[in-house]
């Protein structure tokens, strides 16, 4: 029971995170490669605050800022590139946000990680408070479903699929592309920034391990197999694909086989993808188009 | 090369340095023990097919679709290409096994013989490579198909041969690459992505489409990565490219040899 419990507060998390890439790659078009860069920085700003003392609450408000702003920073020089380069550009500060949290041990205590990480005070340690964890992310995620639905239907989130469809249509219609790009990633950089940080208060240990290009996957599945540009989507598609990740550890697989585990489980994820661009590249759920 | 020609960045193609070094590593132990120099041999020709098959498999059906349908291909196709790797050879550092030797000393720089081999070898790679493009048939009908697609299948350029002649020289030599950097240095499964992003940081510096740009570009890097050593803590060596690929995209875009034309 706990354990189910356990699944559903990170399919959760990862909802949030998915939802956050979506409003860029789904809804704006942008391929960011590197987001799980602002996943990483909201984990650790919001885990350095804690553990110097100050309440939860406001590591995870300062956690968004923080993503929320190095998203600006990046977004301002990195969206003057078209198409590809912002993809490579995105992968490259990926990379050097891991680096980072690596060399930095004054800061982030390198390849060490940060251990003991509290929660919140009110949900309490442990098992006990496993319940209420998962009421705290049912109702972040919520609130951030509301949040981007709201976001995505206003003219604002029709602005973003136009600039998506065609940027010189979006000029033309008098829309500043670069600026409703820049907003679209600020705001994914500050939702992926809460994701890390609750990400962070829920498993109470992070290290530069815990954000690698294998998380840049995860979450890229999520949002493509649950379907780009909806906002269902991505909550199914992490639900789906942690659902499938802790179930392959139910399989009685032989002791010595345990070192193929983990590179099949990459190559399954790597197929999925591939598989799915080719037969259905619209992803489980079709965005519906007028 | 790839990029030069359809537009596109393969995210997969540095899973191709990865496969050629890893190729050759499996011809150099049992049951083959072939030497390094032979055993480099199949493992080019298993990394053209690898390429081929990317291209018949995954970009062939995708070329007419959308952009961020082929870039999401890529990647999966990567991160597909890298577990198998994984799963195959472990992660763990390999070499080649080769005693270090000791360096020859050149003007106070301490160079051994096998990064004097590696050196002679991509230059004479690089001079095929220029070759090819330059003066031949084939090097011509590829650079018509990069200009315009449509303008050069009016010509009668078959776009599917010259396809396949694309991806045959670029996977070959990306395992060229392969092989000559594990000699120096070692594999591991994470080798082809940051190999790829230093070559894209090469070829940016030197101008996309422009091989001797790109050789240029390639040197600058290499000595800036390595001099940094000195400067800042090693860790961060791989940092200068990356920094470099941001700082480049952002500043100019066309390479510092863009205005002068180049080859292409």
Known sequence: ????????????????????????????????????????????????????????????????????????????????????????????????????????????????????????????????????????????????????????????????????????????????????????????????????????????????????????????LCVVLGGRGTNWGPILGAFVIIFFQEIIRFLPIPADFDRFVAPIQGMVYGAVLIILMLKRPEGLLQEYKE | MVYGVFRFINFAHGELIAWGAYLALFFTRSPFYLPIYFAALPALLITALIGLAQDRFVFEPLRHGNRITLLIASIGLSYFLRNAIRLIWGSDLQTYGFMPTRGIDLAGLSITSAQITMMVAAILFLGILYIILAHTMLGKSLRAVADNMTLAQIMGITIKKVSLAVWVLASFFSAVGGVLLAVDTNLEPMMGLTNLLKAFAAVLLGGAGNVWGALLGGLIIGVAENLSVAFISPGYKDFISFALIILMLLFRPKGIFGILGGVR
């Not at chain 1, 590809?84 to 690596?102: K, V």
């Not at chain 1, 340690?125 to 496993?130: C, I, P, Y």
Request: net charge neutral; charged share 10%.
């Open chain 1, 1 to 220: 029971m706990d354990y189910l419990l356990h699944i559903f507060i990170v399919s959760l998390i990862y909802a949030i995170f998915a939802m956050s890439l979506n409003l860029e790659l789904g809804f704006t078009g942008l391929y960011n490669f590197g987001h799980v860069a602002f996943f990483g920085i909201g984990a650790y700003t919001s885990a350095l605050l804690s553990l110097a003392g100050h309440p939860v609450t406001l590591g995870m408000v300062c956690s968004m800022i923080v993503s929320g702003g190095m998203g600006a920073l990046l977004a301002i020089p990195a969206l003057r590139l078209t198409g590809d380069y912002f993809g490579i550009a995105t992968l490259s500060f990926g990379e050097i946000t891991r680096l980072f949290f690596l060399n930095e041990r004054w800061l982030t205590k390198g390849p060490m990680g940060l251990p003991g990480i509290p929660r919140p005070t009110w949900i309490g340690e442990g098992v006990a408070g496993l319940p209420w964890f998962l009421i705290f992310c049912m109702l972040l995620t919520l609130v951030v479903f509301i949040l981007t639905r709201h976001l995505t239907r206003s003219p604002f989130g029709r602005a973003l699929k136009v600039v998506r469809e065609d940027e010189y249509v979006a000029q033309a219609l008098g829309k500043n592309a670069l600026s409703f790009k820049i907003r679209a990633v600020t705001v994914g950089s500050i939702l992926a920034g809460l994701a890390g940080s609750l990400w962070a208060h829920y498993i109470s240990y992070i290290s530069p391990a815990d954000f690698t290009l294998t998380e840049t996957i995860l979450v890229l």
